[in-house]
């Protein structure tokens, strides 16, 4: 990242991210890939969808290095579960 760029909160990338899914993304969802993450690329629109999480980024990143990535599941509202441990 440029040094004159400033750097997006977390609250800017995922607003970034949930357009960049929604005008690159959920158009080519098919129904197979129900439960599997996506990673995109909140600049360019590029992403990546598979069954990890791990591998749709390093995927992604493979092509875009400098990718700033939104990573979700899709058909659920967020990418993974948060519980408290008793």
Not at 37 to 49: K, Q, R, W
Not at 80 to 83: L, P, S
């Given at each position: 990242m440029p040094a004159t760029e400033q750097r997006r909160t977390p609250d800017?990338?995922?607003r970034l991210g949930d357009e960049a899914f929604e005008r690159?993304?959920?158009p080519a969802i098919r129904p197979e890939d129900d439960g599997k993450?996506?990673?995109?690329?909140?600049?360019?629109?590029?992403?990546?969808?598979n069954e990890d999480d791990h591998t749709?980024?390093?995927?992604?990143?493979?092509?875009?290095?400098?990718?700033?990535v939104w990573l979700g599941m899709v058909g659920q509202p967020a990418a993974?579960?948060?519980?408290l441990r008793r």
């Open positions: 800017e990338i995922g690159h993304v959920r993450f996506y990673a995109v690329d909140v600049d360019s629109g590029d992403y990546e969808i749709a980024v390093a995927r992604l990143r493979s092509r875009r290095p400098s990718a700033v993974c579960k948060m519980r």
